[in-house]
């Protein structure tokens, strides 16, 4: 009876901690190993998300050690929504949503640089299921 308990313990706090883990990675589709065919519109999007971006964001949107996945359910476009693009690329982020510290403003980035960036952003995000 005991045994049960604790097989049922062990399944539950595992579950509960693999969870939030799993919706971040199941988000993403996409890897440097698979990566998206990119629509011809969306292409100078991402070669500027490649360059200003991906640093930390991945080359993908999956996220590294220096900052969050946007392939995530809160940058979809009712959390997040376009402004919110620009003011973090021009004027940076306090840490709010995660532990990577604050988002510094992009050097070099321009809101033309967002204006190409974000439909690509967008298009991952569909692409990857996210709205
Ligand atoms: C030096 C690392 C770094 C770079 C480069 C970077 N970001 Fe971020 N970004 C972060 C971190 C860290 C956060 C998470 C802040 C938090 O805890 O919510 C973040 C958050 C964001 C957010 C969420 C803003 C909010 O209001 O919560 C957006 C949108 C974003 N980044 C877009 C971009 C775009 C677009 C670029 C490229 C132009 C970019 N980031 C480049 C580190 C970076």
Same mark, same amino acid.
């Given at each position: 009876?005991?045994?049960?308990?604790?097989?049922?313990?062990?399944?539950?706090?595992?579950?509960?901690?693999?969870?939030?883990?799993?919706? @971040?990675?199941?988000?993403?589709?996409?890897? @440097? &190993?698979?990566?998206?065919?990119?629509?011809?519109?969306?292409?100078?999007?991402?070669?500027?998300?490649? &360059?200003?971006?991906?640093?930390?964001?991945?080359?993908?949107?999956?996220?590294?050690h220096?900052?969050?996945?946007?392939?995530?359910?809160?940058?979809?476009?009712?959390?997040?929504?376009d402004?919110?693009?620009?003011?973090?690329?021009?004027?940076?982020?306090?840490?709010?949503?995660?532990?990577?510290?604050?988002?510094?403003?992009?050097?070099?980035?321009?809101?033309? &640089?967002?204006? @190409?960036?974000?439909?690509?952003?967008?298009?991952?995000q569909?692409?990857?299921?996210?709205?």
């Amino acid at each position: 009876m005991k045994f049960r308990f604790l097989f049922f313990g062990i399944f539950a706090i595992s579950t509960l901690l693999l969870t939030p883990l799993s919706s @971040v990675i199941a988000a993403n589709k996409y890897s @440097v &190993d698979n990566p998206p065919k990119v629509p011809y519109k969306y292409v100078l999007g991402m070669e500027k998300f490649r &360059d200003l971006c991906s640093r930390c964001h991945g080359k993908w949107g999956n996220g590294t050690h220096q900052g969050p996945p946007l392939m995530h359910g809160f940058y979809k476009p009712s959390h997040h929504g376009d402004p919110a693009f620009y003011q973090a690329a021009l004027n940076g982020v306090r840490a709010h949503h995660w532990r990577f510290g604050d988002m510094p403003p992009v050097p070099g980035a321009t809101r033309k &640089d967002i204006d @190409v960036i974000l439909p690509f952003i967008r298009w991952l995000q569909r692409e990857n299921g996210i709205y």
